[in-house]
């Protein structure tokens, strides 16, 4: 029902895809925070797979607004300049989508700790000793863009090594696989 009502919002077939994709990233992302964090605390797992299923609702909203011109006003420029997608929303929308997601979360009341993902999961200064979970959605996200699901594939992203480490991941091809 909620992958039907996204959709709803779009135009026209290409910004249909684009939601598309978003939706797949965001299973992707779950699906991949939940296996890591059950590695290290299954406590948090399944409000971390929530967390990380919601975690680029910002995103979404944004390309059910603006559709073909987000890509092209946002997506493409970040790929052509090898720059992240949140610095490129700054410049040309004045916000980026962790702002309006941790708005979101905030406005739908959902526990801080979606707020807190949705708000930190593009900053690269956090360690994972001190939050697990935005470590999982964080190492989730790029791992779920490395398979293929995402509407910016080819925008920048810090590598975070010390997170496989973290996660006691020795062979991240076989996880991936595993989670995919």
């Known amino acids: 029902v909620w992958t039907q009502s996204m959709k709803a919002f779009t135009n026209n077939r290409t910004e249909a895809e684009m939601v598309g994709h978003m939706l797949n990233h965001g299973t992707a992302c779950a699906v991949i925070a939940k296996a ?48 992240d997608t949140t610095s490129v929303e700054e410049e040309v929308l004045g916000f980026n989508h962790c702002m309006l997601g941790a708005y979101l979360m905030q406005s739908w009341h959902l526990p801080a700790l979606f707020n807190e993902i949705a708000q930190e999961h593009h ?58």
């Open 36 to 83: 890591l964090t059950d590695r290290i605390n299954r406590s948090m797992a399944e409000d971390v797979f929530l967390a990380a299923l919601l975690h680029d609702m910002g995103r979404l909203v944004i390309t059910c607004q603006l559709g073909k011109q987000y890509k092209d006003d946002v997506l493409s420029f970040a790929e052509q300049s090898n720059r």
């Open 123 to 180: 900053n690269h200064t956090i360690t994972p000793e001190t939050n697990i979970p935005l470590a999982a959605v964080m190492l989730a996200d790029a791992w779920a863009t490395d398979l293929g699901y995402n509407i910016a594939l080819n925008a920048y992203r810090q590598k975070r090594d010390e997170l496989v480490d973290f996660f006691k991941i020795n062979d991240v091809t076989r996880f991936k696989e595993d989670c995919n």
